[in-house]
């Protein structure tokens, strides 16, 4: 069996690729909510980053005062705008994320999302790919969402603290982190947990070893990675 008691897994770049909806959608989203149609957004960086702290940083590019209200507003927009921008898009599921969650469903391995993502919006992501049923999403399901918090480390501790209300304690060396980005290993890292990056987003393999990911693979469809999450021995840096 995995070494690790709970799995939780990014969604941009580690599960799916959506072919800029997401950001069109926050795009749409924002120049509505600030009153700025023409509004530059072209700098705003994404990869890695969660929602909330994406609605602040572009608040400020288009001139507008950031309030949390503001911010859920601008979000509940992109949320709605979402789903008409996943159906018109180069959407697809990355290599081997099937496969895994498979195995993870099958060998009865807990897991979980970690994402930057708001919640509703990874659920409308997966649905897009057909992978919404391999993850909980009830009130007392295991995951870290931006509606957690601007900074990437809040989302991963308050995963662990649904983790343990469901399972019990649970000691963050227990708990794997898979994401595509330096920021998922950084945020992971800083909450004690260990961290499997795929190199299935913008990052290639040696720059997230550089970064200091425990383990890395150029996808979930190496069987390195798939025998770490579910058991076996993991790739190494």
């Keep these: 069996m995995t070494p690790y008691r709970l799995i939780l897994l990014d969604v941009d770049g580690t599960l799916v690729h959506c072919g800029g909806a997401g950001r069109r959608s926050l795009e749409r989203a924002l120049r509505q909510a600030c009153g700025r149609p023409d509004g530059e957004l072209t700098e705003l960086r994404l990869d890695g980053s969660t929602d909330r702290l994406i609605v602040r940083q572009a608040m400020a590019m288009l001139g507008h005062a950031f309030t949390d209200g503001g911010c859920d507003r601008a979000l509940a927009q992109y949320v709605e705008i979402l789903p008409s921008e996943l159906a018109d898009t180069s959407f697809r599921v990355l290599p081997g994320v099937v496969e895994t969650l498979e195995a993870l469903r099958r060998h009865g391995v807990p897991h979980g999302l970690c994402t930057g993502n708001v919640k509703e919006g990874a659920r409308l ?5 057909n992978l919404e049923d391999y993850f909980e999403w009830g009130p007392h399901a295991v995951g870290g969402f931006a509606d957690d918090g601007e900074v990437r480390t809040r989302l991963v501790e308050a995963a662990l603290r649904r983790a343990a209300a469901r399972f019990g304690t649970i000691e963050p060396r227990q708990v794997l ?9 950084a945020a992971a890292r800083d909450a004690g947990c260990a961290t499997l990056a795929v190199a299935t987003g913008r990052y290639r393999v ?22 770490l999450l579910t058991g076996g021995a993991g790739p190494r840096p």
Excluded at 125 to 129: C, I, P
């Design 125 to 129: 992501k997966l649905r897009r790919g």
């Design 177 to 185: 982190v898979v994401g595509d980005t330096p920021l998922d290993v």
């Design 206 to 227: 040696e720059e997230l070893a550089a970064c200091g990911a425990d383990h890395v693979a150029e996808s979930l469809r190496s069987p390195a990675a798939l025998g």
